[in-house]
T-cell receptor
Framework: RKEVEQDPGPFNVPEGATVAFNCTYSNSASQSFFWYRQDCRKEPKLLMSVYSSGNEDGRFTAQLNRASQYISLLIRDSKLSDSATYLCVVTYNQGGKLIFGQGTELSVKP | DTGVSQDPRHKITKRGQNVTFRCDPISEHNRLYWYRQTLGQGPEFLTYFQNEAQLEKSRLLSDRFSAERPKGSFSTLEIQRTEQGDSAMYLC????????????FGPGTRLTVL
């Protein structure tokens, strides 16, 4: 079983749609949680950290459920520019290695 | 450009040859990481350094792989006796100790082993 699991998609949605990505992690000792975004043939970039209380950044909302070992990302009012692969990431200790899920591909269509 | 840089961006080699990749981190970052990414997968951790010290190595890093960061600045990743299964994107990232864990990635070196 992979340490971080995501639905690979692809998710094909129209502009303006709301889309949700889910992620589960297997190691209960995981300490920090993130969503990274990776455009086609580009490097991953941090989208947002995920906190237990939930956090929002504009159209993006991230949630963490430690009891269920579940992380989510909600994108509201999807834009064409949101088309990318979204990577769920956990770490076991601050400054250590990042453990990535396989990524969920999002394609936003006009 | 003050981001992470990697060289070369592309490398095509024949099976059995040795290859070496270089990574230059963001200048004030003391942590440097190597990852490998294959098509349709997320990046997989290979190894990381804090200054010159190699603190962790993945079991993915077979004895054909070696990484160095001799002066705590740039790093090299060498693959000896390349195999077709080594074909992948090799990503380098750096971060600042004490930061919230944001790792900044370079553009990667795409390796193709024929």
């Amino acid at each position: 079983r992979k340490e971080v699991e995501q639905d690979p998609g692809p998710f094909n949605v129209p502009e303006g749609a709301t889309v949700a990505f889910n992620c589960t992690y297997s190691n209960s000792a995981s300490q920090s949680f993130f969503w990274y975004r990776q455009d086609c043939r580009k490097e991953p970039k941090l989208l947002m950290s995920v906190y237990s209380s939930g956090n929002e950044d504009g159209r993006f909302t991230a949630q963490l459920n430690r009891a269920s070992q579940y992380i989510s990302l909600l994108i509201r009012d999807s834009k064409l520019s949101d088309s990318a692969t979204y990577l769920c990431v956990v770490t076991y200790n601050q400054g250590g290695k990042l453990i990535f899920g396989q990524g969920t591909e999002l394609s936003v269509k006009p | 450009d003050t981001g992470v840089s990697q060289d070369p961006r592309h490398k095509i080699t024949k099976r059995g040859q040795n290859v070496t990749f270089r990574c230059d981190p963001i200048s004030e970052h003391n942590r440097l990481y190597w990852y490998r990414q294959t098509l349709g997968q997320g990046p997989e951790f290979l190894t990381y350094f804090q200054n010159e010290a190699q603190l962790e190595k993945s079991r993915l890093l077979s004895d054909r792989f070696s990484a160095e960061r001799p002066k705590g600045s740039f790093s090299t990743l060498e693959i000896q006796r390349t195999e077709q299964g080594d074909s992948a994107m090799y990503l380098c990232a750096s971060s600042l100790q004490g930061d919230i864990n944001e790792q900044f990635f370079g553009p990667g070196t795409r390796l193709t082993v024929l």
